[in-house]
């Protein structure tokens, strides 16, 4: 072992990582594997909630399934332009990273906006949660009220699944952002979150959710005091592992939680 | 990162820059095409248990697309590969192990 060990003045000898790879990534990678644990569990409970609960609904018209179609396309153009990033990164072409990260971002942020107005549909029709703020008026219309009443599990997982996995996209576009922009990127996110606050009915779960983004602010504000650094093609690339992730982890979400409850007519 | 790290990284880039961009393209056609079929078949009617083997069978040919291919697993060393990917599966595994017998259960007996 002792023969493989570099010194600094030989940086093209150095030990073999057990992995072939930087700790980083390694890093990244047994995140992921645990982050994917957390996502079996939400998918198993939703099939459970599912297999066992008579009456299942299957709220979503068609119109539901398009929205939800073209926030699959979002995330894997999405994940098209993070490789392109990484690319242009190992290439060295600042330029064309930045522009790649921006673009994955868009992406992302166009997902996040569909499945919001998504959200807001259902909860407007009176597929709730208990702790969500009751929407003015919709305490006995809508088309879902009886399914909130009747099945609360598919509210309820539907909820926690959906909701986590939009939550793992919003770190991710902040992630970006930060990799992208660094510093320049904490007024953005400030007025996002000021915007999304105020743009959005206090009765909207999304009113609160947007504290995220402030949240985020605030502990990027601390990381980058504490350790400001130009960020490599390891930090793109290990970036990326997590994007990709979350697209792989929709690629399950969506036709089993979205296309499985299907209203056919 | 230290200097070690610092030679590791710049390998793996090496190792990147000769990736072909026209691949990348190809896996993110597949991958739309596959989801436009999984939405075809959901207004075909299909028999519950089948249609959702056949959604399931897509979505995992579509998660081992984006692991090999975007997460670039596939040009990692076979140790990397394998414990990775050993290591989710078992634990998937032992969750399907606690979630069938139940769930088949279920299925059979009704629900009470």
């Known amino acids: ?30 995140f992921l594997l645990s982050d994917s644990l957390t996502f079996g569990a939400l998918l198993y409970a939703y099939s459970y909630g599912r297999i066992s609960t008579v009456g299942w609904p299957t709220p979503f018209h068609s119109q539901s399934i398009v929205n939800a179609t073209i926030m699959t396309a979002f995330l894997l153009t999405s994940s098209l332009t993070m490789v392109l990033a990484v690319r242009a990164s190992v290439d060295r072409d600042a330029k064309m990273q930045t522009i790649w990260l921006l673009a994955t971002m868009i992406c992302g942020t166009g997902f996040i906006v569909l499945h919001g107005r998504e959200w807001t549909k259902l909860i407007s029709e009176g597929l709730t949660l208990a702790m969500f703020p009751s929407v003015p008026g919709q305490e006995t219309a809508g088309e879902f009220v009886n399914v909130a009443k009747n099945v609360p599990q598919f509210a309820s997982t539907f909820f926690t699944l959906t909701g986590m996995h939009m ?21 953005i996110l400030l007025v996002c979150w000021l915007a999304a606050w105020l ?3 206090s009765y909207s779960p999304f009113h609160y959710g947007a504290h995220v983004l402030l949240v985020a602010a605030v502990v990027i504000s601390i990381i980058l005091w504490l350790k400001p650094k130009v960020y490599d093609s390891s930090d793109v690339e290990v970036a990326g592992l997590y994007w990709h992730f979350v697209d792989l982890v929709w690629m399950f979400i969506f036709p089993l939680v ?3 409850s299907a209203k056919i007519l | 990162m230290d200097a070690t790290q610092i030679a590791i990284a710049e390998r793996v880039a090496e190792e990147h820059r000769h990736h072909k961009k026209a691949q990348f393209f190809w896996v993110w056609a597949a991958l739309l095409i596959m989801t436009a079929i999984e939405v075809y078949l959901t207004y075909q009617n299909m028999e519950p248990i089948r249609m959702l083997t056949i959604l399931m069978g897509l979505s995992l ?3 081992a697309l984006i692991i090999g291919f975007f997460m670039h697993l596939r040009y990692e060393i076979s140790r990397m590969k394998w414990l990775t990917m050993c290591s989710v599966v ?5 969750m399907t192990i606690f979630f069938f017998p139940d769930a088949h259960r279920v299925v059979t007996l009704g629900v009470k």
């Open chain 1, 167 to 187: 939550l793992h996209v919003t770190l991710g576009v902040v992630y970006l952002g930060v990799v992208a922009l660094r510093r320049k990127f904490i007024p």
């Open chain 1, 199 to 201: 743009a959005t009915p």
């Open chain 1, 1 to 30: 072992m002792a023969d493989h060990v570099m010194t600094h003045d030989a940086p093209s000898v150095y030990e073999p990582s057990l992995f072939g790879t930087y700790s980083k990534k390694i890093g990244m990678w047994l």
């Open chain 1, 258 to 260: 979205y296309l499985m």
């Open chain 2, 61 to 63: 040919i579509k998660a």
């Open chain 2, 90 to 94: 078992a634990c998937l595994v032992l």
